[in-house]
C-alpha cells in the first residue's frame, strides 16, 4: 500500500492519539529515569501525520522556537511500522514544512538512551549541540540542531 502524508491540525484527535502512544512508550522506556521534560502540546505545532491504508503510523511536529529557528516535536511511528524508513520521511517532511515557514535552522530533544533516534538524527545531518530552552537542565535530554 501506498504511505501518504497529511498536515492535519494539532487537535486532530488521530494526532492526540499517537502523541499519548509515544509519550507512554517514553514513559514506560524511561521507567527507571527522571524525566521532567515538558509534556504538554504547544498550541502553534503544526504536525505531519503518516498514513497507509486509512490507518496512522506515525506523526511529528514543527513548533516554532524563534524567528527562523523550529524545533522537531513528537516525532513517532508505531513498533509495528518501525524499521522502513518512516521516520526519515517525517523528519524529511518537517524539513520541509520548516522552509516553507521560513525557518533555517532545526533542533530536536531526545533522550540519551534512544540510540535509535540518535542515529537517524545523525546520519540525517543534525549536529549535537548544548541542551536549550526546557531541557537545559534535563541530563538525560541530548539535543541536535540542523541548519536547513
Do not use: N
Request: aromatic letters at 6%; glycine letters at 10%; one cysteine or more.
Amino acid at each position: 500500500m501506498e504511505v501518504t502524508l497529511t498536515r492535519p491540525p494539532g487537535d486532530s484527535p488521530v494526532v492526540l492519539e499517537l502523541c499519548a502512544e509515544q509519550q507512554a512508550e517514553l514513559a514506560w522506556r524511561q521507567r527507571h529515569v527522571v524525566d521532567d521534560t515538558p509534556k504538554h502540546l504547544d498550541p502553534r505545532i503544526e504536525f505531519v501525520l503518516l498514513m497507509e491504508g486509512g490507518r496512522a503510523l506515525g506523526c511529528a511536529g514543527l513548533q516554532p522556537l524563534e524567528p527562523g529557528v523550529g524545533e522537531v516535536k513528537r516525532m513517532y511511528v508505531r513498533s509495528a511500522a518501525r524499521g522502513r524508513g518512516l521516520s526519515r520521511l517525517l523528519l524529511r517532511e518537517i524539513e520541509d514544512l520548516a522552509k516553507e515557514r521560513g525557518m533555517g535552522v532545526l533542533r530536536l530533544e531526545t533522550g540519551r538512551l534512544f540510540q535509535e533516534a540518535i542515529s537517524l538524527y545523525t546520519s540525517s545531518g543534525f549536529a549535537p549541540i548544548p541542551r536549550f530552552g526546557p531541557y537545559a537542565g534535563c541530563a538525560e535530554s541530548v539535543c541536535f540542531e540542523k541548519r536547513l
